[in-house]
């Protein structure tokens, strides 16, 4: 399989829009995922990596070796696309046989290449129908399974469950992986959802404008957002201004509208900085209590072993998370709607701007 390098990746548009510069390395077997909102650059920084896009400067290395000029048939690579461009005229057996045919394998090895990935894929029974007979879930299972047929080195997907319904594009998320797993081979993943990207990743990285922000495991991005950018995309941590004072014992603290964590970052009386404090770090209650703040419930929804409590915090929304059911019913009949809230201090994160 392949190590993958950019260095100083640019592409610079007609309108003026610019993607770059962007530097990055996927390792040999590695699946990393580029996550951005759209228009952020995720898709054109994949197709300069295929060839399908011009690099106006920077370098793009498969195994050291530059591939910038290197056509795209000659890159040795599988894509698969969010419209998965199956040929509707051909049987699934013929889409998968297309790349193996095109190269001149003999008939027998292609033939058992083609049913080694159907059955990889568990679409054997699907062979001989033609591609309008066949489901979007399985479609992107036959997209998948052409697009290894080569047995290519590197592997592109570009937001390929993004048309799917929630539920099977979560159980699509477990077959790539799966698949990624078994053959070893080197993947780069696009897409804007962060529980997608979470779910499949070795690696994240977060685009942000055309430019790599953060690059981690989903723990390490999760837990500890670069910037404002990453926390709010995330949805991580509730981002929120704090101020250096004067506390106890003439130390200096953080207070963030009254309630007080201690001043990790060394930072100077009078200096404002922005955190990021994520929901299940945050403790609520309906009684006041020592260095705690006061806001109001603005909603209760109902999660998977969980609630998840919005509060109006001086006009700012604050999501928590709470396991608590009996806290919750006594939210619920609190008319005056009224909470307090404090910080689990080593979990917030001093964030950079």
Known sequence: MATVELRGLVRVFADGTRVGPIDLRIEDGELVTLLGPSGSGKTTTLRMIAGFIEVDQGSILFDSEEVVRVPTRERNIGMVFQS?????????????????????????????????????????????????????????????????????????????????????????????????????????????????????????????????????????????????????????????????????????????????????????????????????????STENTSNSARGEVISIIPQVGSFKITIDFEGIQIIALTYDESLVTKLRENDERAVYFSFISDSVVILNN
Not at 223 to 248: H, I, M, T, W, Y
Not at 261 to 277: F, V
Request: net charge negative; hydrophobic share 40%.
């Open 84 to 284: 998965v461009a199956l040929f509707p005229n051909m049987t699934v057996y013929q889409n998968i046989a297309f790349g193996p045919d095109m190269a001149e394998w003999t008939h027998e090895r292609t033939v058992a290449r083609v049913e080694e990935l159907a059955d990889l894929l568990d679409i054997r029974p699907l062979l001989m129908r033609r591609i309008n007979e066949i489901s979007g879930g399985e479609a992107q299972r036959v997209a998948l399974a052409r697009a290894l047929a080569k047995q290519p080195e590197l592997l592109l997907l570009d937001e390929p469950l993004s048309a799917l319904d929630p539920q099977l594009r979560e159980r699509l998320q477990t077959e790539i992986r799966r698949i990624q797993k078994k053959l070893g081979i080197t993947t780069i993943y696009v897409t804007h959802s962060q529980d997608e990207a979470f779910a499949i990743s070795d690696r994240v990285a977060i685009i942000q404008d055309g430019r790599v922000v953060q690059v981690g495991t989903p723990e390490e991005i999760y837990d500890c957002p670069a910037n404002e950018f990453v926390a709010r995309f995330l949805g991580s941590g509730n981002v929120l201004e704090g101020v250096v004072k004067e506390g106890q014992q003439g130390k200096t603290v953080i207070n963030i509208s009254g309630v007080e964590i201690p001043n990790r970052a060394n930072m100077k009386l009078g200096d404002r900085l922005k955190l990021s404090i994520k929901p299940e770090d945050i403790t609520i």
